[in-house]
């Protein structure tokens, strides 16, 4: 968290969900506090670290208090990172939150909501409090203990 006001996060632009029935909306998730981590599945330390580092805030927090969302934008090796290959890139490493696909740029580039958040690459982690407010913004590896923490301290504030 840092000294600046909190702004209010922009609605995801995605152009397909993996696990979920509905698509997922930043204002639907208000009451939570909100893990967006955004990624790559060619990205090592998204592989290693960001995706293994969601999936346990998915399985230790309890889901009506913490929301975890996954963001695949991908602004390189586009043939390679296709809807099927992230299909069974979840599949097969059984990523158990929803997961949305980034919404090319039209002029291509920077993704829609990965130039949005002005995220600068993958792995990238918005933490977004009770009233969809950006409190953590972080291009890179955060520990777990710290990440943690942050969160603990959101789901203290009051709602």
Request: charged share 15%.
């Amino acid at each position: 968290m840092d000294g600046d006001a909190p702004v209010i996060a922009p609605e995801l632009q995605v152009s397909r969900w993996f696990n979920t029935t509905e698509p997922i909306t930043l204002p639907s998730l208000r009451g939570r506090v909100v893990l967006l981590h955004a990624f790559q599945m060619l990205c090592p330390a998204c592989v290693s670290h960001g995706l293994p580092q969601a999936q346990r805030v998915h399985r230790l927090f309890p889901r009506e208090q913490v929301a975890v969302v996954g963001l695949h934008t991908v602004f390189e090796h586009h043939a390679a990172m296709g809807p099927d290959a992230l299909a069974a890139f979840i599949h097969e490493y059984r990523w158990p939150f929803p997961i949305g696909v980034d919404l090319p740029a039209p002029q291509g580039g920077v993704p829609t909501t990965m130039g949005q958040l002005a995220l600068r690459g993958t792995p990238s982690l918005v933490l977004l409090d009770r009233e969809g407010a950006v409190r953590m913004h972080h291009f890179g590896a955060v520990d777990d203990l710290a990440l943690g923490a942050v969160i603990g301290q959101l789901l203290a504030e009051p709602a």
